[in-house]
């Protein structure tokens, strides 16, 4: 019973009448123009077959009149605001080049018929019920006889009858727009949303914002995450040597002074990027500033051994990102694990350029698995280069191996030749 009676009492059927009204209002203009079209052909002169065949000439000239307004684009925005609005829909967001297509404004021409054909036509049809409704009300006050001649014998329809009729006209006029107006917002984000190729260069876009956004925050992680752990540790042995060891607070401060530059300049080379800043695209950290990222970590307290072979032939990208990867490597061993011996290994070996970075680790945290937001960093850069990426403890030593294939410059320039 609820649902018979909830599209009488419900907001949304009386804003879909509005809808239907509104394609009513558009709909008169086409049909007096269409109606002069006939008027001037002489149609009321011409046979029964040739005004039969005339119509439907002049029906497919009408259709073709109003939908060739469609191809408009500002049309199709008209139309989608008045969907979402009055219908009830809520319709995908859509490229200006999508709008623009014609793939679009053929479907704004096919909603458009629809509105001022369907939705209009339903329209006129309650413009033409309600005086109907009216008159049928009042024939027991104006002793009017309604009937028909059937079989030869004129039949009158008794007084109750037609009363009935007339209230049953006006709650079918609301159910016929529920039901018109239903299937029009069922119909709306097909015609009116992103075509299925408009959707798939949004999805690129989107993925293209979320790569980048997602390197922006490795970005971040990296070079702040790895300068606050240094500096913090580097304030923390100050604090505690400060007056036994006054030389010892004052290296630890003018370390923790450079850390500080260097994280501001990549803090600003990051904002810089997220502002499209042409004068951020200054040259990043490679694996030629891997020493001083040594000494930083030292500074730090801990002992690195590095192992570094000839690294200057390969691809900058390559350089760069190894270098935000070493970087994270040794500033997890600083969180985790903390002054303790790190072992570097980095070169460029026969299937490309390998890093290795191991340190001892207590037998309580051996058993902890990674995969905290930094070594998925890690994962993440490395993948993008095509490499492999191991992370994990063999029960004393923690060990973080990475193999990213490169050409070597040379190589590249010989097989260029």
Do not use: C
Request: aromatic share 6%; hydrophobic share 45%; glycine share 10%.
């Amino acid at each position: 019973m609820k649902s018979l009676v909830r599209p009488l009492v419900s907001v949304t059927t009386y804003r879909r009448w509005t809808f239907l009204l509104g394609g009513t209002a558009i709909l008169v203009p086409y049909v007096l123009i269409y109606a002069g079209l006939l008027q001037i052909m002489g149609h009321a002169d011409r046979q029964t077959a040739d005004r039969v065949l005339e119509s439907l000439v002049m029906l497919v000239v009408y259709i073709a009149i109003s939908s060739a307004v469609a191809f408009i684009p500002a049309v199709r925005i008209l139309s989608r605001t008045a969907a979402e609005t009055l219908l009830g829909v809520r319709l995908p967001a859509e490229t200006a080049e999508g709008m623009r297509s014609w793939r679009s404004r053929r479907r704004t021409a096919a909603w458009w018929v629809l509105h001022i054909g369907v939705g209009g036509g339903t329209g006129m049809l309650a413009v033409l019920a309600l005086p109907l409704a009216l008159f049928l009300l009042q024939t027991p006050y104006t002793g009017e006889r309604i009937g028909r001649e059937f079989l030869g014998r004129y039949s009158e329809l008794p007084t109750w009858f037609t009363v009935a009729l007339g209230l049953i006209v006006l709650p079918l006029v609301v159910y016929l727009g529920a039901g018109v107006g239903a299937v029009l917002a069922r119909l709306a984000p097909a015609l009116l949303g992103p075509s299925p190729a408009d959707r798939l260069i949004q999805l690129e876009r989107r993925a293209e914002q979320l790569i980048e956004r997602n390197r922006l925050a490795r970005e971040l992680h990296d070079s702040i995450g790895h300068a606050l752990t240094v500096t913090t540790l580097q304030a923390g042995a100050a604090v505690r040597l400060l007056d036994s060891d006054p030389e010892f607070a004052r290296r630890a401060l003018s370390a923790i002074e450079e850390t500080g530059r260097t994280a501001l300049e990549d803090l600003d080379h990051v904002l810089g990027l997220l502002r499209e800043d042409p004068s951020a695209r200054t040259p990043q950290r490679t694996l030629a500033d891997a020493e001083a990222l040594f000494e930083q970590t030292r500074s730090a307290g801990v002992e690195v051994r590095a192992e570094v072979g000839e690294t200057g032939g390969i691809p900058p990208v390559v350089s760069r990102e190894a270098y935000r990867i070493l970087q994270e490597a040794l500033t997890n061993v600083l969180r985790h694990a903390g002054k303790v011996p790190v072992d570097v290994r980095l070169g460029v070996r026969a299937d490309g350029l390998e890093l290795e970075v191991t340190n001892p680790v207590a037998t309580a945290a051996a058993t902890r698995s990674g995969g905290g937001s930094g070594l998925r960093g890690v994962r993440e850069r490395v993948a993008l280069l095509g490499g492999r990426f191991t992370a994990g403890s063999d029960g004393t030593r923690w060990r973080v191996h990475v193999t990213i294939p490169v050409v070597p410059l040379m190589e590249l320039e010989l097989q260029q030749q």
